[in-house]
């Protein structure tokens, strides 16, 4: 990644995510906006990628967005966020966003979900269940249902006790993806460990 515009009017977690972005891209352009006009102004360079607040000063949620993605054609947004209303981020998911990110996010899973969506994947929204499943028991089901193909393969590779690497090497893959792709499937699965996720996976009907 050669640029990343990060939008958020708080400067305390504008600082924070420009410190996780360098800490995984050090060598990347950062560019720093506080609201959504700024935003808009700073899209139109065409960043490789942008993080920005889903509530900001100069428009609505979804207007702002939408402008954002309006102001730079083809660049992947990672919404980051503590907005829990499911209708509004499943409404952003569709217009193309390529996904959301808690405030509360550690560097690393930053990173990971950068890694994943300049790879051209999206990043796992959160409060996810809360778009599919509508009991508990389908839970596990609606889950596995929302990972993509490459995830599929990377947890059924670790249930076979494969180590990164050598996922890495079957499917012509770099480490860091697919740590990006098992760390998404982790968050789908809502599991922290590899064994979690092989046992949640199989009785999800997964693997």
């Keep these: 990644m050669k640029s990343c515009l990060i939008c958020d009017d708080h400067a305390m977690m504008r600082d924070a995510l ?15 906006a506080h609201d959504f006009p700024s935003a808009w102004a700073a899209a139109r360079a065409r960043p490789d990628l942008i993080l920005c607040d889903l509530v ?23 919404v980051v966020t503590g907005n829990d209303d499911q209708a509004l981020l499943l409404r952003l998911l569709q217009t193309g966003v390529a996904g959301f990110l808690p405030k509360s996010a550690r560097s690393r899973v930053i990173a990971s979900a950068i890694t994943m969506i300049l790879a051209g994947g999206r990043f796992p929204p959160m409060g996810q269940a809360a778009f599919h499943s509508e009991a508990p028991e389908r839970a ?22 494969q180590t990164n690497k050598e ?24 599991v922290t460990t590899r064994t979690e996720a092989a046992f949640k996976a199989r009785e999800a009907g997964l693997i």
Excluded: N, Y
Excluded at 18 to 32: H, K, M, N, S, Y
Excluded at 63 to 77: E, H, K, L, W, Y
Excluded at 170 to 188: E, M, Q
């Design 56 to 78: 900001m000063p100069g428009a609505d949620p979804e207007a702002g967005i939408a402008r954002v993605q309006a102001s730079a054609p083809g660049t992947p947004i990672l």
């Design 167 to 190: 996922i890495a090497k079957a499917f012509d893959l770099s480490p860091a993806t697919v740590k990006a792709h098992a760390t998404a499937a982790f968050l789908a699965l809502g």
């Design 18 to 32: 420009v410190g996780a972005v360098q800490q995984a891209f050090p060598e990347a352009l950062l560019t720093e």
């Design 140 to 161: 596990g089901r609606a889950s596995a249902m929302r990972l993509t193909p490459r995830q599929t393969d990377v947890m059924r590779a670790m249930a076979l006790g």
